[in-house]
């Protein structure tokens, strides 16, 4: 019964996950980092970098697949997993939401290498997208105000799951 519960959990916050990114695609500004961050804090590093692994790979399903894909699954795979490994401090969970979208555009920038060999092209190209990566980071910011909230659903979830491991 536990697996079926993670599993349907999991397969939900994915489709929210997919969900607001489809649905506010091309700004930058989506709640699918956040969705991510708060999957990895309340259910573990394995749910955290499964939740980034589906979420980036069902929304280029829609969005269009292609080697920017792999670099998308690393991306939000390993936020999902470093979420969990952070302390439960909400100062620390703002901070995280803010350089989570900084480390989400410099993972996304090692892509820039299938274009070229040379470092300094993409560091440069890194540096035009900056403003990108900080609208990311600001959108995680914007979407945590609603944490609270979301803080509660994900509390009651994680507090089910625990039931049904004892």
Do not use: C
Request: charged share 10%.
């Amino acid at each position: 019964m536990l697996a079926i519960h993670k599993m349907t959990l999991l397969s939900l916050l994915t489709a929210a996950a997919v969900a607001g990114r489809l649905a506010i695609h091309g700004m930058n500004i989506q709640p699918a980092t956040l969705i991510i961050i708060l999957t990895g804090w309340f259910f573990g590093w394995k749910m955290g970098a499964a939740e980034g692994l589906l979420t980036a790979l069902v929304s280029d399903l829609f969005l269009g697949l292609g080697y920017w894909t792999l670099f998308h699954i690393v991306a939000w795979g390993l936020i999902g997993l470093l979420s969990a490994l952070l302390p439960q401090k909400r100062w620390l969970y703002f901070l995280w939401l803010f350089v989570s979208g900084l480390v989400f555009g410099m993972i996304m920038a090692l892509s820039y290498f299938v274009f070229t060999q040379n470092p300094l092209t993409v560091v440069g190209l890194w540096i035009s997208g900056l403003p990108f990566d900080l609208y990311h980071a600001a959108g995680n910011l914007i979407f945590g105000l609603f944490s609270p909230l979301l803080f509660k659903v994900f509390a009651a979830e994680a507090r089910k799951l625990n039931k049904q491991t004892r």
